[in-house]
């Protein structure tokens, strides 16, 4: 367990036969009755009939959905991550053709038989099945934005420390999907802090400083001596609820770097615009080593060049970091492509890595897990922002390791590849989970695979150095 949520940890845990802090369907109970009514004006017959295998491949209407027939003007997506024999992302890549092609009766008959096969409580397909279709739905009749706000809204009333602690500790006991971007990227910060004794890392992270008690541990016994570390921490969500649980967070974090013997100070910046950052808000000095820490966060910043801007949000972003010359940035995001404007390219990107990830969390969670449920409706609300809401709405923007590589090379930053020994630290924290997780690594950094397929991408970036003055 994380040493972050477990300080006091006896005065944090619910005392035995306390009711669960999370209704496992109550964040999205609301809208999904609404949906539902509206569901039942769309259908195509008054009766559903009994679920059959004939009626899935009537649905489908041929042998490989995605290795055949998907060649010709669309792009494919697996059908699993493995063993091909999972029928969710087959159908649902078939109620996406329909909607690209506005074939409404192939629409309604494809919905009518993924809202009998789909249960967010079920297996792994009917779970993946449920939060797509929600999105496609709301993508036909245009109430995406609308889904979104009501899902958002029922999150942040249950939003809460204790349950945040509980779904992160367990997520994190269970799948290496947030921890191998910990162990990656703190290795990398040790070893370009070595020698250093004044420290100073702009976090902006969102696995709620989970990553900190390590490196923590590791600077209070790094042989040089323990140096003074200010963490200043910016938190690109516009809630007031994050906020409050951020500030709780903060506070077990100082409590625990005095515990472990280590100088510490902590900044808490509210920053929705990231792109609006200005480096004289991050209080930087001259005898500090720097380093820029992103996990799971850029791809909120929008990438596309509007008007008459010359560079993207995305981009200035990138500057701004360069600009400050830290020692190092590390950056951790999702091995996916999002940001085609074409609706089926997009969807066929999101199929396969979210298939991933469901399969992921099937084979780590028990089904009935309260913890699970959280993660998966996180996603729920991600794929309705995705696939359903209007453009300049849309917060999932990602982009692969290599388009980002493009991007950090452009601004003046070049590679920092992590050493022999970081690559042995993540192969280590892999041996800790079940079989099926995996690591490879090019030129843009180091890529987690579940069962051989991409799903998370570390990389570490420096500026590029300044030409020597000739003497001349």
């Not at 999105?135 to 999150?155: M, N, P, Q």
Request: glycine share 4%; hydrophobic share 40%; charged share 20%.
């Amino acid at each position: 367990m994380n040493p972050l949520f477990k300080i006091e940890e006896s005065f944090d845990l619910p005392a035995a036969g306390a009711p669960q802090l999370h209704d496992p369907w109550h964040e999205q109970q609301a809208y999904r009755q609404q949906w539902e009514l509206d569901f039942s004006a769309h259908e195509v017959a008054p009766q559903k009939p009994e679920l059959s295998t004939t009626m899935l491949q009537d649905f489908t209407n041929f042998q490989n959905p995605v290795a055949g027939e998907a060649s010709s003007s669309q792009p494919a997506a697996s059908t699993s991550s493995g063993d091909g024999g999972h029928w969710a992302p087959n159908l649902l890549l078939e109620c996406a053709r329909a909607i690209a092609a506005n074939d409404t009766p192939r629409i309604q008959s494809l919905m009518w038989g993924l809202n009998e096969l789909a249960s967010p409580y079920g297996d792994c397909d009917q779970r993946l099945a449920s939060y797509f279709l929600q999105a496609l739905f709301c993508r036909v009749t245009g109430t995406g934005a609308r889904c979104h706000s009501i899902l958002c809204a029922a999150a942040e009333k249950t939003y809460s420390f204790e349950s945040l602690r509980k779904m992160i500790l367990t997520f994190q006991d269970a799948s290496p999907w947030t921890t191998f971007g910990h162990v990656a990227s703190n290795g990398a910060l040790m070893e370009a802090f070595e020698g250093e004794m004044k420290i100073h890392i702009v976090d902006i992270n969102s696995t709620f400083c989970t990553q900190w008690p390590t490196l923590l541990e590791a600077l209070a016994t790094r042989a040089e001596g323990t140096p003074h570390l200010r963490l200043t921490t910016i938190v690109l969500s516009k809630e007031e609820s994050v906020m409050k649980v951020m500030r709780q967070i903060m506070t077990r974090l100082e409590r625990f770097a005095r515990l472990m013997g280590v100088p510490f100070d902590s900044t808490l910046m509210q920053k929705p615009q990231l792109e609006n950052l200005e480096l004289g808000e991050l209080n930087l000095k001259e005898d500090e080593a720097l380093a820029i820490n992103c996990i799971h966060t850029l791809h909120h910043v929008p990438e596309a060049v509007t008007g008459d801007a010359h560079y993207s949000p995305r981009d200035l972003v990138l500057y701004t970091f360069k600009n400050a010359n830290p020692k190092i940035i590390t950056i951790v995001e999702d091995e996916v492509d999002l940001v085609s404007p074409d609706f089926m390219t997009c969807f066929c990107e999101a199929i396969r890595y979210y298939s991933l990830l469901f399969e992921s969390l099937d084979e780590s969670f028990p089904r009935a897990s309260n913890e699970r449920l959280m993660l998966e409706r996180a996603c729920a609300r991600r794929l309705v922002n995705l696939l359903a809401c209007d453009t300049s709405q849309n917060e999932e923007r990602q982009e692969l390791g290599s388009q980002w590589a493009i991007r950090l090379q452009r601004v003046g930053l070049l590679p920092a590849p992590f050493s022999d020994d970081v690559v042995d630290d993540v192969r280590a924290l892999l041996k800790r989970y079940k079989q099926g997780w995996g690591l490879t690594s090019n030129e843009s950094g180091l890529f987690l695979t579940w069962k051989g397929q991409v799903t998370i991408f570390a990389s570490s970036w420096k500026p590029i150095p300044p030409n020597p003055i000739s003497s001349d």
